[in-house]
């Protein structure tokens, strides 16, 4: 696990403490790379992975408030804690910033070993413009808000406008700025979420005068060039409006996309990935580290604008991608059941998976392993975090615990067809998976007529003949799928921990611990890290 020791700088004013240029840990800012069909994110040089949390809207606006908060977010396992920044505490009044709560935000970051992704809370939050500074609230004639259906104005600045684009670039410029400026060196800051679940509510479009002209103009010549080039890659989604409209090549937003939410949805999506982009990129020009944009799902019982209409949804991820090209990750917030489904759905297009919110009690401590074992995640972090009850013990902790253990071998894995991740119940008590030459049968664990009811865990190939798991209440069997000898037996199976990335082995499980060596078993009452050869015989 990449943890950093505890020196850290010592913040003696306000933006002075690590001067630019100063030796830093090596690689430079953080980043992200390609290993395989994975991207990475790069933090010092090395992979990392995210085990984090983000902590609930308002606690970070108050250092005194967070004092005893940080220690819990160690207690919880975490190496990352998500942080709300938000306009209006950084810009209270137009051109004057205040970075106090931001430095000590880094600084008590450091001095807990966490590193943090800053949520800046700009524009929006859950699609709302609560967190604009007051100066912005009240000049609805300069920032124009949007309008719906009913001709309402609602308390939601419009994309459509400059101004208001502008002025959150300008903020979110200075808070970029002064991050390189004190954490340049250290990057204790390694990821930016710029906004937070966009989106219309209430109507599936915005509706003011700038909004309804831009509806009735053709579509943007960049987003009919990105279609065309990319006629073959788009998702069935959006292909399928277009395509339905008779895969025009110009015409307005109704011409290309037929009339109905679904295009009211799409517009918006543009809009939104345009604001979101240029905020970024003013961002980047400052300080380019990766940032994202998070989503509140749809669902199929309801229509745009009863989720936020325009966000980064599975289904207008194309539009993203095109109109967000300075965007490097689309994250999905998920609280819903279908969990894998969504995760699935966000692992698309090269779009590499992060999960910003999801719930960190009831079956999130078991959902980290699917997103990080099956695709490649870059990290996982539940919601609301600070309010996770006797930390050390939860089962969230637990989880992570085991993860962060295993981190460097599952970053090393990454992007290799070699991890799988798997979640299992009543439903769904099995799952096949190719892996290293064999098929890989994970199945809830059983012996002697008693079974698990829940199993989930991760598993790499690490080595010819060789498998590293962990994870609770599954077996796993083996069956060859190259040449030779037909039959694949469980050679050895030894629990232990990693240190620092070093196996450590504890007892050889034989007998009942490996059902008599037919399989590699976990237990269903902890979280196990088991090592297993397998031979073959016929
Ligand atoms: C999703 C938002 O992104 C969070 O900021 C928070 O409001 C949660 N919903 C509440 O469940």
């Known amino acids: 696990m990449a943890r950093r020791s505890l020196a850290v700088a010592v913040f003696v004013g306000m933006a002075s403490v690590v001067a630019l240029g100063q ?53 919880l396992n975490f190496n990352t804690v998500l942080t709300p920044v938000s306009w209006e505490l950084v810009e209270p009044e137009e051109g004057k910033f205040d970075f106090a709560l931001v430095d000590g935000l880094i600084q008590e970051a450091r001095r807990y070993n966490l590193r943090l992704v800053f949520l800046w809370f700009g524009s929006w939050k859950n699609g709302q413009s609560s967190y604009i500074p007051v100066w912005v609230k009240k000049d609805y004639k300069r920032f124009p808000r949007v309008r719906v259906r009913n001709g309402e104005t609602i308390e939601v600045l419009s994309t459509l406008a400059e101004a208001n684009w502008k002025a959150d670039a300008k903020a979110y410029a200075a808070l970029m700025r002064h991050i390189r400026e004190v ?25 003011n005068a700038l909004a309804n002209e831009a509806f009735a103009r053709p579509v943007p010549r960049e987003l009919m060039e990105y279609l065309q080039k990319n006629k073959n890659e788009l998702l069935a989604e959006v292909k399928k409006r277009w395509e339905s409209a008779g895969f025009k ?5 109704e011409e290309v996309f037929g009339a109905g939410p679904e295009t009211d949805e799409i517009f918006m999506a543009w809009n939104y990935a345009r604001y979101v982009d240029r905020v970024a990129t003013a961002g980047k020009a400052e300080y380019a580290i990766p940032v994202y944009a998070n989503a509140w799902l749809s669902s199929p019982s309801r229509k745009p604008g009863e989720w936020p209409s325009g966000g980064p ?26 969990f894998q489904e969504w995760c699935q759905r966000y692992a698309r297009r090269g779009n590499p998976l992060f999960i910003p919110e999801m719930p960190g009690q009831m079956a999130g401590p078991r959902n980290v392993f699917y997103a990080i074992g ?145 399989k590699c078993r976990f237990d269903s009452r902890r979280i196990n890290i088991e090592r297993c050869t397998v031979y073959r015989y016929e």
């Open 183 to 207: 954490d340049g060196a250290d990057h204790t800051v390694i990821m930016m979420q710029v906004e937070n679940e966009v989106g219309v509510l209430g109507d599936s479009r915005d509706r």
């Open 23 to 75: 030796a830093g840990p090596a690689g430079g800012h953080p980043q992200l790379r390609t290993q395989g069909t994975a991207r990475q994110l790069i933090v010092d040089g090395q992979p990392f992975l995210i085990i984090g949390g983000e902590l609930r809207n308002s606690s970070s606006s108050s250092l005194e408030y967070m004092k005893p908060i940080w220690q819990r977010m160690v207690d």
């Open 374 to 518: 099956q695709h490649d995640a870059i990290g996982t972090s539940p919601f609301a975090v600070d309010s996770i009850e006797n930390p050390k013990d939860a089962p969230l902790s637990k989880s992570y615990e085991a993860i962060a253990q295993m981190a460097p071998l599952i970053l090393k894995h990454q992007g290799k067809g070699e991890m799988a991740g798997f979640v299992l119940d009543k439903e769904n008590p099995a799952v096949k998976r190719q892996l290293g030459g064999y098929d890989v049968e994970i199945s809830l664990d059983s012996i002697f007529g008693r079974g698990a009811e829940l199993g989930y865990g991760l598993i790499i190939a690490t080595g010819p003949d060789e498998f590293v798991g962990v994870g609770s209440g599954f077996r796993v069997a083996f069956k060859p799928r190259t040449p030779g000898p037909a039959l694949a037996g469980v050679g050895a199976v030894d629990e232990g921990v990693y240190r620092n990335g070093k196996w450590i082995p504890g007892r050889r499980l034989n007998g009942d611990e490996n059902d008599q060596g037919q």
């Open 313 to 338: 949804l599975p289904h207008t991820m194309d539009i993203w991608l095109a109109g967000g090209p300075h965007i490097d990750l689309l994250a999905p917030d998920i609280y819903q059941v279908n």
């Open 249 to 253: 090549t110009a015409g307005t937003w």
